[in-house]
Structures are given as C-alpha cells and as structure tokens.
C-alpha cells in the first residue's frame, strides 16, 4: 500500500493529541485480524500475560520470505517487531538493494582492516571468510541478504505506536565466542571449507531452506562436523533471540486510558532458529553466560603472537626490497599504518580481542 495509508485522518482537524492517539489505536484494532490466515512458516507462541508472538521462520536470500513478513505484519498489526539483527548490522535496514549488493560483492582491504580492528586478528579473518560465503551466495542469486529484515522495517512503520526491536547477539561476541570453542584443527578445516566454497547455488536451493525437515538433517551434520560452531552460531543465539522476544511479548498501554493490553509481537528469524526458540520459549535463560568471553589460553595467545609477527616480518622485507625512500613512502600510507596498529603486538589480555 502506499506508504501514507497509516496515516492520521485529515477530516478532523480540530482533534486533540488525546483524541487522535485514540482514533489510531481504534484504527489499527480494526486492521488487525483476529484468526489471521497465516503462510506455513509462521509459528504462534502466547506469553503468560497472554501475548502473543508471531514467529516467521525465513530464508535470508528469499523473496518469499519476504512476502511471509509482509503478509503477517499487515495481517496482525503488531505493537512491537523484532528482527534477528545486532547493532553491528543495523546499516542494512537504511541501504537499498544495489548499494547492498555491491557491498556484498566488494571484500576489499579495507574491510579486511576494519574487521580484524574491531574484533580482534582470528574473528575478524572469520567474519571476512563468512563475508565471502555470503559474497558468493549473492553472486550466485543475484539477490542481497536481509531483505526479510528490510521489509519488516519497512512494514513496521506503517503501523501505529508499532515499535523495532533488535534481537540477536552482538556479533562480535558470537565470533569471539565461536573462535574460543574451536580447536586449532577445527579452524583450520572450517577455515578451508569456506575459503574454497565453490558450489553453484539456486533460488530454489534457498526456498529449501524454509523446509523444516531438511533443516533438521542440515543441522545434524552440522552438530556431527563441528559441535562446537553449531553451539556457538546457533543455539547459543537461540538462547538469546529467546530472551529477546520474551522481553518485547509483555502488555502494552493503551493511549487512551493507560489500560494494559496483551501484546501482538512479530519475530523475524532465520529458520534454522526456530525450533530452538519454540524448545526455550518455556524455560529459564541465562544469558549471561553466553555473553561472557574466556581469557585466550598462552598456547593460543602464542599462535597469534607468531602470526602477527610473521605479518610484520613480511610486511617490512617488502619495505626493504623496494627500496628505503619508496618504504619510508608505503610505510606513511593510511592503509598501511593502519595495518601496522591492527598487527601490533600485545601482550596477553583476557578482555582483549580473540
């Protein structure tokens, strides 16, 4: 519809604010379906207030889920929508699908820089190496991800006193934690499955991915190869999108006389999250835990102290080999600088970056 269809009436110019909080609220009460007809990805979880969440399971590169979100946000007129976003990535909501595309697409130095100073030498080589799964996925499709996310922010502000939420983990501490729980081996294997993803993927392939049985089986091999990143990627963050919604599925007041309300609350979450969500909906959470990170032993610590080192070493025999005056050059460059304070070296700091 068009953007200005929420809109206050115009007729009744003399209204106080009063009067007019009320219309929207009635307004909004009768756009809202009380038995709505929902697409098969969306399940319904009631807190003991008696609110209700609408959890819509997606498929980050589909267009159908897209529609899944749009078509349950105007049919239940929610007072509050939550997303699987962090602060981290909030930039996507604003972009539009060209600018996100090419972003995808461009995984430059500059990049690479910024990830390793904003989470540490080995996360942020891990967030580029799922930058580059990403990359290739949107390649392949055509299609930038989040578009799920974009609707509902979209669809959100067209509906009155309807408030955006942010559900997931900082994805910092989710690398951090990720990073912490592989073993050396593990890295190394994660690490080349990612660098060498090659296989051809379709919208078809994606829309799969909505297809519950099938992810159950994607999701035991994963447990199978890798234990410790399903624990970490996935069911940790269950935890905390969990939490998350517990937290926006509480009454709300009416405008008019402050009465409390039920809520109507809809979630926006990658598929393979739901079944977690629907096992915690019940249970006692502690979040805490999973946003703590472990100090990094001396082994590793000592693993990254070699590695940083030997960046530096070639970093400087390059320097050297081109001659002092066009070193001095290269060394005064912002990017290069820039790569010198990432790779500074740092003595051991359990608060510090992994």
């Given at each position: 519809?068009?953007?200005?269809?929420?809109?206050?009436?115009?007729?009744?110019?003399l209204?106080?604010?009063?009067?007019?909080?009320?219309?929207?609220?009635?307004?909004?009460?009768?756009?809202?379906?009380?038995?709505?007809?929902?697409?098969?990805?969306v399940t319904?979880?009631?807190?003991?207030?008696?609110?209700?969440?609408y959890?819509?399971g997606?498929?980050?590169?589909?267009?159908d889920?897209?529609?899944?979100v749009?078509t349950?946000?105007?049919?239940v007129?929610?007072?509050?929508?939550?997303?699987?976003?962090?602060?981290?990535r909030?930039?996507?909501?604003?972009?539009?699908?060209?600018?996100?595309?090419?972003?995808?697409?461009?995984?430059?130095?500059?990049?690479?820089?910024?990830?390793i100073?904003?989470?540490?030498?080995?996360?942020?080589?891990?967030?580029?190496?799922l930058?580059?799964?990403?990359?290739?996925?949107?390649?392949?499709?055509g299609?930038?991800?989040?578009g799920?996310?974009?609707?509902?922010?979209?669809?959100a502000g067209?509906?009155?006193?309807?408030?955006?939420?942010?559900?997931?983990?900082?994805?910092p501490?989710?690398l951090?934690r990720?990073?912490?729980?592989?073993?050396?081996?593990?890295?190394?294997?994660?690490?080349?499955?990612?660098?060498?993803?090659?296989d051809?993927?379709?919208?078809?392939?994606?829309?799969?991915?909505?297809?519950k049985?099938?992810?159950?089986?994607?999701?035991?091999?994963?447990?199978?190869?890798?234990?410790?990143?399903?624990?970490?990627?996935?069911?940790?963050?269950?935890?905390?999108?969990?939490?998350?919604?517990?937290?926006?599925?509480?009454?709300v007041?009416?405008?008019?006389?402050?009465?409390?309300?039920?809520?109507?609350v809809?979630?926006?979450?990658?598929?393979?999250?739901?079944?977690?969500?629907?096992?915690?909906?019940?249970m006692?959470?502690?979040?805490?835990?999973?946003?703590?990170?472990?100090?990094p032993?001396q082994?590793s610590?000592?693993?990254?102290?070699?590695?940083?080192g030997?960046?530096?070493?070639?970093?400087?025999?390059?320097?050297?080999r081109v001659?002092?005056?066009?070193?001095?050059?290269?060394?005064?460059?912002?990017?290069?600088?820039s790569?010198?304070?990432?790779l500074?070296?740092?003595?051991?700091?359990?608060a510090?970056?992994?």
């Amino acid at each position: 519809p068009n953007p200005s269809f929420y809109s206050p009436p115009h007729s009744c110019p003399l209204l106080s604010d009063g009067e007019t909080l009320e219309m929207l609220w009635q307004f909004r009460a009768q756009l809202r379906q009380d038995s709505p007809e929902l697409p098969e990805t969306v399940t319904r979880l009631t807190a003991p207030d008696g609110s209700i969440l609408y959890l819509v399971g997606t498929a980050h590169f589909s267009e159908d889920s897209k529609n899944d979100v749009t078509t349950t946000i105007r049919a239940v007129q929610p007072d509050v929508v939550v997303v699987e976003l962090c602060q981290y990535r909030v930039s996507m909501l604003r972009m539009d699908e060209n600018t996100l595309l090419r972003e995808a697409k461009d995984i430059n130095l500059e990049k690479v820089q910024q990830a390793i100073k904003q989470n540490g030498l080995m996360s942020g080589l891990m967030q580029i190496l799922l930058l580059k799964v990403s990359a290739h996925i949107t390649e392949q499709l055509g299609m930038a991800p989040g578009g799920e996310f974009r609707e509902a922010y979209i669809e959100a502000g067209r509906v009155p006193f309807c408030k955006f939420h942010l559900g997931d983990r900082p994805i910092p501490v989710t690398l951090k934690r990720t990073i912490a729980a592989l073993s050396l081996w593990q890295k190394a294997r994660l690490a080349w499955g990612l660098c060498f993803l090659s296989d051809p993927i379709s919208k078809e392939d994606v829309e799969k991915c909505k297809q519950k049985d099938l992810l159950e089986q994607t999701m035991s091999e994963m447990i199978g190869e890798f234990p410790a990143l399903h624990q970490t990627i996935v069911a940790e963050r269950d935890i905390y999108l969990t939490h998350k919604l517990r937290q926006a599925t509480h009454c709300v007041e009416s405008p008019s006389n402050g009465q409390k309300v039920p809520a109507v609350v809809v979630g926006v979450v990658g598929m393979g999250h739901v079944p977690g969500i629907e096992r915690n909906w019940d249970m006692e959470l502690n979040v805490q835990e999973i946003m703590t990170v472990a100090p990094p032993s001396q082994l590793s610590w000592m693993l990254r102290t070699v590695v940083k080192g030997v960046l530096m070493g070639m970093l400087g025999y390059a320097c050297y080999r081109v001659g002092g005056g066009l070193g001095r050059t290269l060394l005064t460059l912002p990017a290069v600088q820039s790569l010198i304070e990432t790779l500074r070296l740092q003595p051991p700091n359990p608060a510090g970056p992994l």
